[in-house]
């Protein structure tokens, strides 16, 4: 089994996608078997989408509506930037023979700087916002690793394997779990709607300074 992968966000808005989080598919495989081993198991196999699980618990997606308001701010200042940069190429492209050398270089200088600043600060975000949601899934997953350990065994499967991965695609199982797990994840770890969270689902939020 594939180890999974992040969930990401497509836009800000959508529900989380995977990255790798550092749970072992064999650490699925090792807690089923020593739950199994208490009892008789049967040699079905069951098969998981696990990036759908992670996104569609209610937890992932109280998660990613907290992500996309933590980051909405500084989102809206990439665009605003990314703007201003698009502006002053049109003024020097509407202005070419009317603007002078001195203007043209002004405008290409403060371009040159806004675009500079951009890339800066788009990276700065793109790795707060993975970290963000590494620090969720890492917790989703190793809670649904918990949640596999118990459900597998008491419903007879030997082993489940992730499907999320097309490099490594199931062919043929038992069974798809996969909404079964989410529903046993929300039972075992419920949230309350409209809940600003427990302190532990998004990271603590990171101002960048501007900067020139």
């Known amino acids: 089994m594939k180890a999974m992968k992040m969930i990401c ?27 199994a081993n208490g ?48 502006d002053l190429r049109q003024r020097l492209t509407a202005g070419d023979k009317a603007l002078s050398d001195e203007e043209k270089q002004k405008l290409t200088v403060e371009g040159q700087r806004l675009t500079r600043q951009l890339e800066r600060r788009q990276n ?17 997953g190793q809670r649904m690793v918990a949640v596999l350990g118990k459900y597998a065994p008491s419903k007879g499967y030997a082993a489940v394997l992730d499907n999320s991965s097309q490099s490594t695609p199931v062919m043929y199982a038992s069974a798809d779990i996969t909404q079964d797990i989410v529903k046993a994840y929300d039972e075992a770890y419920p949230v309350k709607s409209g809940a600003a969270g427990d302190g532990k689902t998004t990271a603590k939020p990171v101002t960048k300074p501007s900067g020139k």
């Open 124 to 140: 700065e975000f793109q790795e707060d916002l993975n970290d963000a949601q590494s620090d969720v899934i890492s917790r989703i």
């Open 39 to 86: 009892g008789e198991a049967g040699a079905k196999v069951a098969a998981i989408n696990m990036r759908a699980a992670i996104a569609n618990t209610s937890e992932g997606k109280q998660a990613a509506a907290q992500l996309d308001t933590q980051f909405s701010t500084r989102r809206r200042e990439l665009e605003d930037l990314n703007k201003k940069i698009d």
């Open 9 to 35: 966000t497509g836009a800000m808005a959508a529900t989380l996608g995977v990255m790798a989080f550092g749970v072992c598919p064999t650490e699925l495989r090792a807690q089923t078997n020593s739950s």
